[in-house]
């Protein structure tokens, strides 16, 4: 809807961008003896392959944490040339200002 919306109003500065990062890895497909550091899931892909997701931070049934990975950030419109690369996320707020004419 904000791409559309941008179409035709081209002052419109489009950012997307996630508030933290989520484990998500493929790990070895686990045996009877295998001890999983979270939940995981075992799916089939399209060749028909077993492919294990483990998606958790800690043990089943104990708080699962954020993780501290890099999260991409991508714009679209004014000022969005100062989203390339990896930026510091208090960046994203001088870059923001601008846009909005407050800085």
Known sequence: ???DYA???PDTLVVV???HGHTGQIIPNPTATDHSPGKY?????ADEALMTVN???NLPEQSQEHTGTQVRIAAQG???TGVVGVIDQTNLFHILSRAIGAE
């Open 78 to 80: 004014p000022q969005a």
């Open 17 to 19: 961008t996630a508030d």
């Open 41 to 45: 899931s075992t799916l089939i892909t």
């Open 7 to 9: 179409k035709s109003h």
């Open 1 to 3: 809807m904000a791409l």
């Open 55 to 57: 998606y958790a931070t």
